[in-house]
């Protein structure tokens, strides 16, 4: 950051209407810049970061002028920007038509797709630039965890995952598909002439002055490529068990084991529904100096300060397996495992835990107790695990009834049969639901929370497992415990007025 003495004062200074009208509205808010003046064959832009060439160059790419960067506070650009360019921005709509103006010579298949500098050249046109900009922007805007780009025979689709849901975002013409594919394989550093395998990717980028983080997945289809970007916005992440929803006395549990000196610490489901971010927030809480942290990942999904990540790749025959053998010659006190995916895994994270480690991992089941039994399949002796396995936690992501459009309501009875109540035991409880409104898209939620399920392996669980008893016989010992399973927890927050039947059913389905 340059000296106080060399940050303009926005609010003080003259800014030229010629200056503004050589940068879009949607690209002042998505770079979070202000242009100021025109000097010669240069606009003059105030930003916060001005060593960030890869901004001017796409600021020249759309301009079509030479930049100049000076600085400026970042509250300072955001105002300004409000001020100057007000609260109204171009339209989707609009975007799109100007990328197929600009684009509209360019043929869908054939020698361009092979051709590196035609396509490059396409991905640096300044409306295709525009338009994936601005996609991008609502996305993070809309708190969206993935955008999907799905081409069809006649239709090319834009879809966001909020809240767990997708939606439909645009419908740009079929020709924008190579545009658009080649912008984001050139943003992410992929082979921009490949289009016959999957590439993986990522792209680091500042929107509206929040870091936030792309994952770039892209599959061969039968009418061109489908990418799905996988979206970290590093601003609104809550890495703290008191953020994702963890029921207090679950959250007393976890505590005390995750302060022990050694075991393991597992948590399961299917994927999407918080695993790592529970796993995350349980290190967040140990992260201390007295601590060597290592973890082990496929992708590395947060950058923690502290600790020591390591991403696989398979390519190179990096796997968890090989991987963690290797971190335990680092002198480590706790491991994260992103995942048991094999016996060699979980054999080496159970050596680990018997000579004094603390590992976290995750697994593949339904339940808790089923992440036991799995284990089992895999041929690790139950004696091996009852010495190890401190406790398991189940998790589904529920969506939260929007705020904003909550309405008090009587359920069905089918709703009450399906979850298995009577109309005399919700005697005097209030239920609610969203009505819908444009703070949710209509949809009656808004965000999302976790339903938990946590196995502590006490003596009586120890002794069914070492004599190979059933996964029912594991759950109702479990239940007899205390436990509570994710229905149960999930019929808990119904009556708190966070979620709804419906939502609960949805993730809980396949739950026995």
């Known amino acids: 950051m ?16 010629a200056a503004i009208n050589k940068v879009s509205a949607s690209t002042a808010r998505f770079y979070n810049i202000m242009p100021i003046k025109i000097e010669r064959d240069s606009v003059v832009v105030a930003g916060r970061d001005l060593s960030n060439m890869k901004l001017i160059d796409d600021l020249h790419f759309m301009s079509g002028l030479n930049i100049r ?20 921005e171009e339209s989707l709509g609009e975007v799109i038509d100007e990328a197929e103006k600009s684009t509209s010579k360019i043929p869908i298949a054939g020698k361009a797709e092979n051709d590196v500098d035609k396509l490059k050249e396409i991905a640096a046109s300044a409306p295709v630039v525009k338009l994936l900009n601005m996609i991008l922007l609502r996305a993070v805007r809309e708190k969206a965890s993935d955008i999907h780009f799905e081409p069809f025979e006649k239709d090319y689709k834009i879809r966001y995952r909020i809240d767990g849901i997708c939606y439909d975002a645009a419908h740009p013409p079929r020709n924008l598909s190579l545009a658009i594919s080649s912008r984001i394989k050139v943003m992410a550093n992929l082979d921009v002439a490949e289009s016959r395998l999957p590439q ?3 792209i680091m980028i500042d929107i509206e002055g929040r870091a936030v983080d792309l994952r770039v997945s892209t599959l061969p289809t039968l009418y061109g490529e489908s990418i799905v970007m996988r979206v970290l916005d590093k601003s609104i992440v809550s890495l703290s068990l008191d953020q994702i929803g963890v029921d207090e006395d679950i959250k007393l549990k976890i505590r005390d084991i995750i302060k022990r000196p050694n075991g393991i610490f597992m948590t399961t489901g299917p994927t999407g529904s918080g695993k790592t971010t529970t796993l995350y927030s349980c290190l967040s809480e140990i992260n201390k ?25 398979p390519k190179i025959d990096l796997t968890f397996a090989r991987t963690l053998r290797h971190i335990l010659r680092q002198d480590p006190d706790i491991i994260m495992v992103g995942e048991i995916r094999d016996t060699e895994t979980a054999e080496i994270a159970i050596q680990a835990a018997l000579t004094g480690h603390l590992v976290f991992s995750t697994l593949h089941t339904n339940d808790s107790p089923g992440a036991v039994t799995r284990l089992v399949d895999m ?18 992501l529920v969506r939260k009834i929007c705020v904003k459009c909550k309405k008090e309501y009587k359920p069905s009875e089918p709703e009450l049969s399906e979850f298995g109540i009577s109309k005399e035991k919700i005697k005097g409880m209030k239920f609610y639901k969203g ?51 994710l229905r149960e927890n999930g019929l808990k927050k119904v009556m708190e007025g966070i979620t709804t039947i419906e939502e609960v059913l949805r993730e809980t389905k396949e739950y026995i």
């Open 200 to 202: 993986d990717g990522r």
């Open 379 to 396: 041929g690790v002796e139950p004696f091996l695990i009852t010495s190890t396995v401190r406790a398991v936690l189940a998790q589904r």
């Open 69 to 88: 960067m000076v600085a400026a506070k970042e509250g300072d650009i955001k105002k300004a920007i409000e001020r100057y360019y007000g609260k109204e």
């Open 289 to 313: 100096i007295d601590y060597k942290i290592i973890t082990t990942e496929d992708p590395v999904e947060y950058d923690i300060e502290g600790i020591i990540q390591v991403a696989i790749n």
């Open 435 to 485: 009505e819908g409104c444009e703070i949710c898209n209509s949809s009656g939620y808004k965000g999302r929370t976790g339903l938990y399920e946590l196995l502590v392996v006490d003596d009586k669980i120890r002794g069914l497992i070492v004599k190979r008893e059933s996964l029912t016989a594991i759950r109702n010992a479990a239940c007899e415990a205390g436990m509570k399973t």
């Open 2 to 17: 340059p000296d106080n003495s060399d940050i303009l004062d926005l609010s003080k200074i003259n800014i030229e209407k």
